[in-house]
Nanobody, 115 residues
């Protein structure tokens, strides 16, 4: 499975961005997909995840602001980020759990939030 993330960029605080992650290869084996982020000097942390059935999970710090969605037919997961804060600035990584227990990572996409 290969994951291709896109959509990062520079946005002012309070603005919005949408990240996309397209899975290819043995994408039929994917169960949960999600987004993690890593800010400089900090550990990578879960932002949001969505299962094959559509169940979602969000980190407390993005609840009410971010929305994760999934186009199962196209094996694409989206992260709509509203009301961005400077503390949301990080490299965002797409992640996928294969049904066989294998975990996959995409390349990161940088989100920069100016205050």
């Amino acid at each position: 499975v290969q994951l291709q993330a896109s959509g990062g960029g520079l946005v002012q605080a309070g603005g919005s961005l949408t990240l996309s992650c397209a899975a290819s290869g043995s994408a039929f084996s994917i169960d949960t997909m999600g987004w993690y982020r890593q800010a400089p000097g900090k550990q990578r942390e879960l932002v949001a995840a969505i299962s094959r059935s559509g169940s979602t999970d969000y980190a407390d710090f993005v609840k009410g602001r971010f929305t994760i969605s999934r186009d199962k037919g196209k094996n694409i997961v989206y992260l709509l980020m509203n009301a961005l804060k400077p503390e949301d600035m990080a490299v965002y990584y797409c992640n996928a759990d294969g049904s066989s227990g294998v975990n996959y990572w995409g390349q990161g996409t940088l989100v920069t939030v100016s205050s």
